[in-house]
């Protein structure tokens, strides 16, 4: 079975601050890892996907993730934070059984403040 | 590149009736297709996975004989919520697979979503 907990439903930073979005996983199988972006009334925007490559990964719109195996995390940063970065943030985890099903957290609303 | 479409983006229809919401990839073939559920400020929950070809297989409290999903093509799947009710009211989100990705990354590609509203 797979999960994902994202650890805080609300993040508020300010203009130029960095960003932390936490996600902690849980796979029976090598997990392929991956952000999410959702702005209002509309579809879901890869930012960025882990699959056992490199540990690092960057993604689009300068953010990155690490993942670290032994604290089963894929935190989600960006080193200074856009008006335009307002918006939901989802980390999904998925993996070669299952039906290749993704499964999602619960979110997080990311806030910037000017 | 691999793009997803959902039609319509919105529908308001009356209690009992049934609307149809499609689903199709536009440059790609997609032998995997999901459909999921949205509830206002609240996560993704999956409701079922669609084969082309094959029964749609429902996740667990998801009334099969409500939504209905038909995967006929490679390019489109059909998700029909049958005598709706105010209850499913929701956004609803397609995502496809590529099926020339194979096992590597597992990405889906998702739609725009389709905003249902039942009076």
């Known amino acids: 079975a797979q999960s994902v907990t994202q650890l805080g439903s609300h993040v508020s930073v300010s203009e130029g601050a960095l960003v932390l979005l936490r996600c902690n996983y849980s796979s029976s199988v090598p997990p392929y890892l991956f952000w999410y972006v959702q702005y209002p009334n509309q579809g879901l925007q890869l930012l960025l996907k882990?699959?056992?490559?490199?540990?690092l990964v960057k993604g689009i719109n300068g953010f990155e993730a690490e993942f670290k195996k032994s604290e089963t995390s894929f935190h989600l940063t960006k080193p200074s934070a856009h008006m335009s970065d307002a918006a939901e943030y989802f980390c999904?985890?998925?993996?070669?059984?299952?039906?290749?099903?993704?499964?999602f957290g619960a979110g997080t609303r990311l806030f910037v403040k000017a | 590149g691999a793009v997803v479409s959902q039609h319509p983006s919105r529908v308001i229809c009356k209690s009992g009736t049934s609307v149809k919401i499609e689903c199709r990839s536009l440059d790609f073939q997609a032998t995997t297709m999901f459909w999921y559920r949205q509830f206002p400020k609240q996560s993704l929950m999956l409701m079922a996975t669609?084969?082309?070809?094959?029964?749609?297989?429902?996740e667990q409290g998801v009334e099969k004989d409500k939504f209905l999903i038909n995967h006929a093509s490679l390019t489109l799947s059909t998700l029909t919520v049958t005598s709706a009710h105010p209850e499913d009211s929701s956004f609803y989100i397609c995502?496809?697979?590529?099926?020339?990705?194979?096992?590597?990354?597992?990405?889906?590609?998702f739609g725009p979503g389709t905003r249902l509203t039942v009076l």
């Open positions: 669609s084969n082309e070809g094959s029964k749609a297989t429902y």
């Open positions: 882990y699959t056992s490559a490199a540990t």
């Open positions: 995502s496809a697979r590529d099926a020339a990705s194979g096992g590597a990354g597992n990405e889906q590609f």
């Open positions: 999904a985890v998925s993996g070669n059984t299952g039906g290749f099903k993704t499964i």
